[in-house]
């Protein structure tokens, strides 16, 4: 089965800190994902990797920035969280739909940040 | 820029019953998935629909694409208490593997 490990299920913070929260695969998968999910919006892509030391712009990247160091592991980083990124964090991977013919994603459990 | 809608946003139904949840999206694809998500859990993947005119069922779930129309439909089948989640559909962008969610579609179903 594959295996979407989230270091932190929940986090407290101040508006400032800085907030690291990790992701990692055990499956190999060239893609990896970075989402936030608040009510009434759904899930929103913040950033998206093809491979070690690549990655994308999502749709709302501002206030976030990431690493791919491994291919394996894949980090979302707040360089100074504020109060509306209070939201649950989704990691995904997946690999090429042009290898597979399929797109699936594969979720980690979710990070649940609350920053006061 | 594509966008996904789904509806309804929010189902209550007597068990029992059937019902359709609808996914509607804005652009080209032909590669549509499902998800469901129970309170406080992640997203666990449902359907996988690769091509126009899929159709995939799961116990009393069956899910199918057009993808002239642009639309997917989810069909609960005498729906029980135990499928109460929430229900995304995500669509595929045609460059590649990212992909766009719906909003939800949160289901109760009641005794």
């Known amino acids: 089965d594959v295996k979407v490990t989230q270091s932190s299920r929940y986090l407290v913070k101040r508006t400032g800190e800085k907030v690291f929260l990790e992701c990692v695969q055990d499956?190999?998968?060239?893609?990896m994902f970075w989402y936030r999910q608040d009510p009434g919006l759904g899930l929103r892509l913040i950033y998206f990797?093809?491979?070690?030391?690549?990655?994308e712009k999502g749709d709302i990247p501002e206030g976030y920035s990431v690493s791919r160091e491994k291919k394996e592991r894949f980090s979302l980083i707040l360089e100074s969280a504020s109060t509306n990124q209070t939201s649950m964090y989704l990691c995904?991977?997946?690999?090429?739909?042009?290898?597979?013919?399929?797109?699936?994603?594969?979720f980690g459990e979710g990070s649940r940040l609350t920053v006061l | 820029e594509l966008k996904v809608e789904q509806n309804p946003l929010f189902l209550s139904m007597q068990e029992g019953k059937n019902y359709t949840i609808y996914c509607n999206y804005s652009t080209t694809s032909d590669r549509l998935y499902w998800y469901r998500q129970d309170p406080g859990k992640s997203l666990e993947s449902l359907f996988v629909?690769?091509?126009?005119?899929a159709v995939k069922q799961e116990g009393r779930l069956m899910a199918s694409l057009d993808t002239k129309a642009r639309l997917s439909t989810l069909h609960i089948t005498a729906a029980v208490h135990d499928l109460s989640a929430t229900y995304f559909c995500?669509?595929?962008?045609?460059?590649?593997?990212?992909?766009?969610f719906g909003e939800g579609t949160q289901l109760t179903v009641n005794p």
């Open positions: 995500a669509v595929e962008e045609t460059s590649g593997s990212r992909l766009t």
């Open positions: 629909l690769l091509s126009n005119g």
């Open positions: 499956m190999d998968h060239e893609n």
């Open positions: 990797s093809y491979d070690v030391k690549m990655k």
């Open positions: 995904a991977s997946s690999f090429p739909s042009a290898y597979v013919n399929t797109g699936e994603l594969f």
